[in-house]
């Protein structure tokens, strides 16, 4: 079956980095874009940045651009979010997700991806 891992997850100073990865498993990793979000205590889950199947576009929101990079290694069913600087306001469960088979190109809403990882904690402290 489809699985999505995260891994890379921490605590960090504010102004730190971290390395998040998801590596996929049980699917045709190379055709499908795939995403990050995040979900803080108390607040909904929301977008971060995402990545077409071929790792030529990507977009990021808006409160992470410029300092989060997402990147993809299809030999190792693999996607990366560097993160640098990290604020405070980053802290949150971050999840990968995968859109369908054959949906090659990104999107920003939830809702347009079909599988998800079980998260892994940033904590950012000030």
């Known amino acids: 079956q489809v699985k999505l891992v995260e891994s890379g997850g921490g605590l960090v100073q504010a102004g730190g980095s971290l390395r998040l990865s998801c590596v996929a498993s049980g699917l045709t990793f190379g055709s499908r874009a795939v995403g990050w979000f995040r979900q803080a205590p108390g607040k909904q889950r929301e977008f971060v940045a995402a990545?077409?199947?071929?790792?030529?576009?990507?977009s990021d929101a808006a409160s992470v651009k410029g300092r989060f990079a997402i990147s993809r290694d299809n030999a190792k069913n693999t996607v990366y979010l560097q993160m640098n600087p990290l604020e405070p306001e980053d802290t949150a469960v971050y999840y990968c997700a995968i859109r369908p088979s054959g949906t090659t190109t990104i999107s920003t809403f939830a809702r347009a991806y079909d599988a998800w990882g079980q998260g892994t904690q940033v904590t950012v402290s000030a």
């Open positions: 990545i077409n199947w071929s790792g030529t576009t990507t």
